[in-house]
């Protein structure tokens, strides 16, 4: 169980948290989110002990094991899978746990020849899968997840996902994948107007919650102001009026005491939104026999491609990792040469 209360956070002028809080009960799986910028990762800072608050208090019980995936890329050992097995918890009845490891790595795309790579000589995306799976191996207390699902192709997606499910301790995960953390959370955390709240339920639940009691809280100052300007009124009326002393001097103490609702910032949404530039067009893209390849000797890793992007189009590239994904991007970026081709963009 983790513990926070009153948190105040502020870098320079801008207000993080304020007399923020919330607890993690056992066995809680929880998906953290809010506008960028507002503090996730600042919160997965302050747990881990990176980052201090200015005030409040973050409680962690002793002995209370908490994994996270790293996004600095570090390894000493010359096998994917003996530094997979570094991160596995002593075991003191002298037992090889070594297929905990094995298994975790397999669910994660990697095959069996795999394991015995140098993991320098990995890709990126392969590396980063080796720091999640590091983090899975250690069987913490607590997981905190930043973007996990960052250099997943589908089938290793679908075993994190049952991998997640299946988690009987406590996590905590930051992900734009909205499907993904309702499939795998028991509750939902929103970072809203400097505080923390938390919901059982997925997501939807807790923005439509936020929502409503935000509707409600402007509905009620409206009300509220309507109200204090027929009073100011009445004050101002008969304020001159013998006969009407007391009943003024009656609203002006009740005026005195009723604390005013303050109109609420504007927030637009209460989520992470792309920004893009209207068009008019209806075809964004055209590409015509798309050809590539890293030498001229190797079969093409790109070979005749052809397709059209529209407008309102949102399309979905899936492959094994190698198989020339962020390739076709750099190229229709046209931050590659091409071979053969012809790419028309009209944006």
Not at 6 to 11: E, P
Not at 114 to 129: A, E, F, I, W
Request: net charge neutral; hydrophobic share 35%; proline share 3%.
């Amino acid at each position: 169980m983790i513990q926070v209360n009153n948190l105040d956070k502020c870098y320079g002028r801008q207000v993080i948290f304020e007399k923020a809080g919330f607890t993690l009960n056992p066995g809680e799986r929880v998906g953290l989110v809010g506008r960028n910028g507002h503090g996730k990762t600042t919160l997965f800072k302050m747990i881990l002990g990176e980052d201090r608050p200015d005030s409040g208090c973050i409680s962690i019980p002793n002995g209370y094991k908490i994994g996270h995936l790293s996004q600095h890329i570090s390894f000493t050992q010359n096998t994917v899978l003996k530094e997979a097995c570094l991160s596995l918890p002593e075991n003191e009845d002298g037992i090889d746990e070594t297929y905990k490891a094995e298994t975790i790595l397999m669910g994660l795309g990697f095959a069996l020849d795999d394991l015995t790579l140098n993991p320098m000589d990995l890709s990126g995306g392969y590396q980063v899968r080796l720091n999640l799976a590091k983090v899975l191996v250690s069987d913490p207390n607590l997981l905190l997840l930043d973007e996990p699902t960052n250099y997943l192709d589908i089938v290793s997606l679908r075993w994190l996902t049952k991998f997640l499910r299946n988690w009987k301790k406590e996590l905590i995960i930051i992900t734009h994948d909205r499907d993904f953390m309702d499939g795998v959370t028991t509750h939902t955390m929103a970072i809203h107007r400097c505080k923390m709240r938390k919901e059982a339920g997925p997501t939807e639940k807790v923005y439509q919650q936020l929502l409503m009691e935000e509707e409600i809280h402007e509905k009620s100052r409206v009300n509220d102001d309507k109200k204090r300007k027929e009073t100011e009124d009445f004050i101002n009326r008969f304020r001159a009026k013998a006969s009407k002393a007391s009943a003024v001097q009656s609203r002006i103490k009740a005026l005195q005491k009723k604390d005013r609702l303050e109109k609420l910032t504007e927030i637009k949404d209460l989520d992470f939104a792309f920004k893009s530039a209207s068009f008019t067009g209806k075809v964004l893209m055209e590409v015509n026999d798309l050809s590539f390849s890293y030498d001229n000797e190797s079969a093409p890793l790109i070979d005749g491609l052809t397709f059209s992007v529209g407008k309102k189009d949102r399309i979905a590239i899936i492959g094994k990792n190698g198989k020339g994904k962020k390739t076709l991007l750099n190229l229709l970026a046209q931050q590659m040469q091409t071979d053969t081709s012809y790419v028309h963009t009209t944006v």
